[in-house]
């Protein structure tokens, strides 16, 4: 019996070893890796970045839970379908199990030097650590809906339901093709954003950002883009417009990028603009492009490229692309806005999610 009492008082004091009995550290490991995006703010193993660090500090399921459902801070408050109690008990295990850190990582994202204050604010409140130092998809969703400050407010604070119902008018509008992964929120794809609380992210502060994404560097067409898995060495590629018809804006001069792996030539292409093969620095190797005059919400294109054999379905060698446009543009700076064109995933692989 003394034997016991004293493996059990040393099995309490071993890290995540009472912790890892409520839950699955290898589940939790997996699910940190996935879809979750939640180390984009604390770190890829927990060390803490823009958020606290995770890792090796003793958090029991519970506080864990309140954390995660009612944050103290800026971070956004998650429900169950985001994120079930089984699973914050797998994390929990997991990050029990991990050592301590002496010094958290450096943010993701730095404000940048100069940054208009609306800039200032969407790294100050998180936004940049995941949407990026110039809010791309943000931007896309709101010229997609042409969406007035309210109807952001509420995808702020009030995400988990009305980022639904916004992906569910633009789905109606804008059928998904066939085999064609899901959005952020719909299907069996976890929305990836919680609720932000009004009290730690004010609503000036939402204006700030709306403003600056609106009247500065300005909101983005939403475009689009699928290429398939080859039909022998034969990709399609669809582009949309997936904004609504109406209300979302319009690309004009659009141009269209599919990188060719290096070793691999282009036997033949098809669709309207196809200007032909030619080298790009920037993205260092041979680029078929085709052009496009304008891309109106609803619009849509499509484009096949044979090659002398497929690429291999390797990310840094697979087929990948880009999609650029004149307008509209940032109303100031450079015009940096780039929509990339992820590589084709193999038969019967799931979206990102």
């Known amino acids: 019996m003394k034997k016991f009492l004293t493996a059990a008082a040393v099995a309490c004091l071993l890290p995540g070893a009472a912790l890892a ?47 995660v459902r009612h944050p103290w801070g800026v971070m956004p408050a ?112 976890r929305l990836r954003m919680g609720n932000f609380n009004p009290t730690r992210v004010a609503e000036s502060q939402l204006k700030a ?34 904004g609504l018809k109406g209300k979302g804006l319009t690309a004009q001069g659009v141009k269209i990028g599919l990188v060719i792996p290096a070793g691999i030539e282009v036997v033949s292409a098809t669709g309207a603009g196809y200007k032909g093969v030619h080298m790009d620095e920037a993205a260092k190797g041979n680029v078929a492009e085709w052009d496009v005059a304008t891309m109106a919400p609803k619009d849509s294109v499509s484009m096949t490229i044979t090659l002398s054999k497929p690429a291999p379905m390797t990310p840094q060698d697979n087929i990948k692309g880009m999609i650029t446009w004149a307008k509209p543009a940032p109303k100031s700076g450079p015009n940096k806005d780039v929509q990339n064109i992820a590589p084709p995933q193999p038969a019967g692989a799931r979206g990102p999610g």
């Open 78 to 189: 998650f429900v169950d379908s985001q994120l079930s109690d089984t699973e914050i008990a797998n994390l929990t295990a997991y990050f029990g199990g991990l050592s301590k850190v002496a010094q958290p990582g450096p943010w993701r994202f730095a404000t940048p030097a100069a940054a208009p204050s609306g800039q200032q604010v969407l790294h100050d409140v998180g936004c940049a650590q995941c949407h990026g130092p110039t809010f791309d998809m943000p931007r896309a969703l709101l010229g997609g809906v042409n969406a007035d400050f309210a109807l952001f407010k509420n995808i702020v604070y009030t995400h988990t339901t009305t980022m639904p119902e916004v992906e569910e008018t633009l789905a109606a509008e804008n059928p998904r093709p066939a085999g064609a992964p899901a959005g952020g929120g719909g299907g069996n794809n």
């Open 209 to 242: 950002i709306y403003d600056w994404a609106k009247d500065d560097i300005g909101f983005r067409p939403m475009l689009q883009a699928r290429l398939s898995p080859p039909n022998g060495a034969t990709y399609t590629l669809t582009v949309n417009n997936g």
């Open 21 to 67: 009995r409520g839950g699955d550290a290898a589940a939790g490991k997996t699910l940190w890796a996935g879809p979750l995006q939640c180390r984009n703010c604390h770190g890829a193993d927990g060390e803490g970045s823009f958020g606290p660090d995770l890792a090796g500090r003793g958090l029991s399921t519970a506080q864990f839970t309140q954390a």
